[in-house]
């Protein structure tokens, strides 16, 4: 980076948004937390789209590449920067604009992290239903750029269906104010879709206009576990059924990774006596009591769908099963470890996590293989510690883990993204015209490829 | 149209896959079924994709412009076909591929009638959530292209949130083949966004996977009436609320559109003694019983928002209710009639109506002015009927209705979409910088012109 960009970019900024390298290398750039991988010379913290679009205008007249960051949360290095990328941070954005209690919407600058929305919309009798474990981290403008999952897309979708509008800076500065705030507008193409989920690549999104939900009247948790896959299958179906519209969350645990979180040191317990193949939390959100869960649980166990099921009786109960499924965190004492986020027909997902775990086991025996995920989305989760981290294992466990994937119309990122982790799988799950379209929006958008270069795709060669 | 092209195309498609002028013009184009509005010379109907890819490629070496047909339910000229274009027509391609009840996904061609899905996805206990008054004639392509909307988009989004993945064939032929049956796929861009409510202009739709749902266990239906406009929308916001994620359509009527529906000729009956400001049709899906309905209506009610209310309590009481709001076939009677479907904030939504009733009512005294529509999605229908449909009457009642819509963040077209018809006012609801991204996305997709052309958008100066 010359010296007279940098001036240029120190004036737009200011001082205070602006970092040398000595403070950049402090961050880190996602939540894997490895070292080196921000070794930019600059860093600049835009307090304004104005600031971020001279920003740009500047960087695209200079050819200069950015990587832009958002909370840093990421799993799949698409915030990693080198040392010839600027940064631009959105991190002093990061304001609430506007909540609006009659049209239910949100506008936020994108730096907002999503629990200030979500509490911010909570104090005026809203719901802003996105949930993911990096809510305190992890930016508005993040979840937009990645198209954030969580834990409640088979109720609410991912974060796509729940932005209304956007404002986005592209490559070369200019501003696309895009901020509808309405649930149906039809007023030719919908541009705000190409800036959601693709990573900061196409554009530099500052504002987003969101939909809010009524609070719910209540929440009902239960865990209820099963010996056969074909019984959670089935159990998901009738629990649906049975609460017709009111099912958000069911979230599946494999017995190994169950045990992982209800022995110690892991602080939760099972509420079950014995072992089982498969638990499963069960959420629904808008009923003031527990009786329609626990009537359906009890249907279930009629058909002989469950071996053990329970419902929280108390706000301390149900905080206590999701303690089960929220804590993720037992995974790094496995550390170095390996983390996937598939997704794949839900009729293919049992012979499919029973041929990677039994390849796995074959090539690392004993090592643990954590599996679980949002069942119904077609989402698992893999975390797999085979004790060492190095390329040739990574290789090898990425190869069993993703090449099935391909003849079963599987994807190898159901919610993480493409980043540069996933980049070389990417072709298992798209086909080559959906890649090649997918270069041609680069083409059109940022002809000088200075947006994330390298992440996602590879130019067109 | 040379006579080398048409016999290449008819080599393509085949006899039966073939019409010339005569039969073409026996056709109407679209719902308002204007008269001339049909002048093409040719009309080919594909078989299959490999069929539609062929057309295409050889009208892309011919530049042959091409008008793309689904069910013609639209109703702003988005299907009018001029002397030199050919239309290409999806009618053909009317199979349903697959139920998968597994996976709760639907995959069809694009000539499939609404209605044929609707049924197929209910023979599995399954439910295909979108649904219109044309569904027995509008088609599945049809909906893709124009991202089509409903009764039901409070509870479940448009078109755009129930398709999981699509196969488009491009302007020059290539197939993109983005089947993707996962509720979660994070894997690059999502290209067939692209193709979801752009009119045909960008790519032809031919094949379509849809999200189904579980077929509801119960529906209920009430018809509550109000005095005041804020009574109406504090009953929206409780009833959400009371019915915690139950509530799947919320249909306001205007006392002049009610009296149209509710009075001879019309065989609809008011099941009310008087005449009230506002009628709300208010349906849930998934409560077996109309109690959690009926008992937020009481609390409505105790809260002094309404001024009576009725709860279906059969089927035929159900249907008698819904056969209010649908009856929209009544306004045929006061033809020539202009439909807007616009829609804007909530907060915004009384002075505008009623500006906008006043503006029409002191230019053309005595003219009906129907106002109905999707409260919950801010999506308002105006029909109006000034007693003359030529295009003076017609720019100035635009005029009425579309020119308040800037200042207040509205949208011309809510579900509609732009056609010929609202070409010239798009600019009152998208930024020019959003509108320039929308010539950026046509050039990049279809740099001759040759899809629809003069739809939506003119192309670049």
Not at 135 to 141: E, F, K, N, P, S
Not at 287 to 315: N, T
């Amino acid at each position: 980076m010359n010296q007279a960009l940098r001036d240029e970019l120190r004036k737009i900024v200011g001082e205070t948004g602006y970092l040398a390298a000595a403070a950049i290398a402090e961050r880190r750039a996602d939540m894997l937390g490895r070292p080196g991988e921000l070794r930019s010379e600059a860093l600049v913290r835009p307090a304004s789209t104005a600031e971020v679009s001279a920003v740009l205008r500047a960087c695209h007249a200079a050819r200069q590449p950015v990587v832009v960051h958002g909370g840093l949360t990421g799993l799949v290095r698409g915030t990693d920067a080198g040392p010839g990328e600027l940064i631009l941070s959105l991190e002093r954005m990061d304001r609430i604009e506007e909540i609006d209690p009659v049209s239910r919407t949100a506008t936020a600058q994108a730096g907002v992290k999503l629990q200030a929305l979500q509490e911010a919309a909570g104090e005026k009798g809203l719901m802003f239903p996105l949930d993911l474990g990096a809510r305190g981290t992890a930016t508005i403008g993040g979840n937009v750029a990645t198209n954030a999952g969580g834990n409640r897309v088979v109720r609410y979708g991912m974060m796509r269906e729940m932005v209304l509008g956007l404002e986005a800076v592209l490559a070369d500065g200019t501003v696309v104010s895009a901020l509808n705030r309405l649930i149906k507008n039809n007023a030719g193409y919908d541009v705000k879709q190409l800036f959601v989920g693709s990573e900061g690549t196409l554009g530099v999104v500052t504002r987003a206009v969101v939909r809010l939900r009524e609070r719910p009247r209540g929440q009902q948790v239960a865990l209820a576990a099963s010996e056969r896959f074909q019984g959670v299958v089935a159990l998901l179906r009738q629990v649906d059924q049975a609460l017709g519209g009111r099912l958000s969350a069911f979230e599946v645990m494999w017995r190994e990774h169950y045990e992982l979180v209800t022995r110690p040191p892991a602080t939760s317990v099972s509420p079950f006596a014995g072992a089982h193949p498969y638990c499963v939390l069960i959420e629904s959100q808008g009923d003031a009591d527990a009786a329609p869960l626990a009537g359906a649980l009890e249907a279930a166990q009629g058909a002989g769908l469950l071996a053990d099921a329970v419902v929280a009786r108390s706000q301390a109960e149900r905080n206590a099963l999701w303690g089960i499924r929220d804590d993720v965190g037992q995974l790094r004492r496995l550390a170095p470890i390996f983390a996937f986020d598939v997704s794949l027909p839900i009729a293919a997902m049992e012979p499919y996590v029973a041929g990677v775990r039994s390849r796995l086991a074959a090539k690392w025996p004993g090592a643990h293989c954590s599996t679980f995920g949002h069942l119904a989305d077609g989402n698992l989760h893999f975390v797999f510690a085979p004790g060492s981290a190095d390329e040739e294992t990574r290789r090898a466990v990425e190869e069993i883990v993703y090449l099935p994937l391909e003849a079963i119309g599987g994807s190898v990122s159901a919610e993480h993204g493409i980043g540069l982790e996933k980049k070389r799988w990417l072709r298992l799950c798209r086909t080559p015209e959906e890649i090649a379209l997918m270069r041609a929006l680069k083409s059109a958008l940022d002809p000088l490829g200075i947006l994330n270069p390298g992440k996602v795709i590879d130019p067109a060669a």
